[in-house]
């Protein structure tokens, strides 16, 4: 999955496109914690415009990724409209799904999917499959970091 030049941007928006296809959703991000910030940011998305999100910043803890992240466990939602004060208009579907990116004892950060082409719901039948899939985007993004650091 790495990329030629090593980059962690470019490695990481190489996952989010081959995660989109394997677990056929329209939309993937993945974010990565900066210590500097203290905070996530969304490195790479698939399915829309990355300068939608390339100023958000998430702390731990705060909104889905932030949990995810704090919590180092996947959280998979069938319907957030089930959820209290959720808003997901720009939605086509209601169902999402992320997962912490985890190499050895360092959670790196979240990748999370939605907008599953079908319309069907992330279910914890999806959490095998997608639970792999952070593992080998955190290794991705590992070996990005020790090859442009």
């Known amino acids: 999955m790495p990329a030629a030049d090593g980059s962690v941007e470019r490695v990481a928006q190489q996952v989010v496109a081959q995660i989109g296809e394997l677990v056929d959703a329209d939309r993937v991000s993945l974010a990565l914690y900066n210590k500097t910030d203290d905070a996530l940011s969304i490195v790479a998305t698939h399915g829309y415009p990355h300068g939608d999100v390339a100023d958000v910043r998430i702390a731990p803890g705060a909104w889905v990724m932030g949990h ?82």
Do not use: C, N, W
Not at 106 to 119: N, Q, Y
């Open 68 to 149: 995810v992240y704090s919590q180092a466990r996947p959280l998979f939602v069938s319907d957030v409209r089930l959820f209290p004060g959720t808003r997901r208009e720009q939605y086509r579907t209601h169902s999402f799904a992320a997962v912490p990116l985890i190499a050895g004892s360092e959670i790196l950060g979240v990748l999370a999917v939605t907008e599953r082409r079908d319309g069907s719901a992330f279910s914890r039948d999806d959490e095998t499959g997608l639970r792999g899939m952070g593992l080998v985007a955190a290794l991705a993004v590992v070996a990005a970091r020790s090859k442009s650091g």
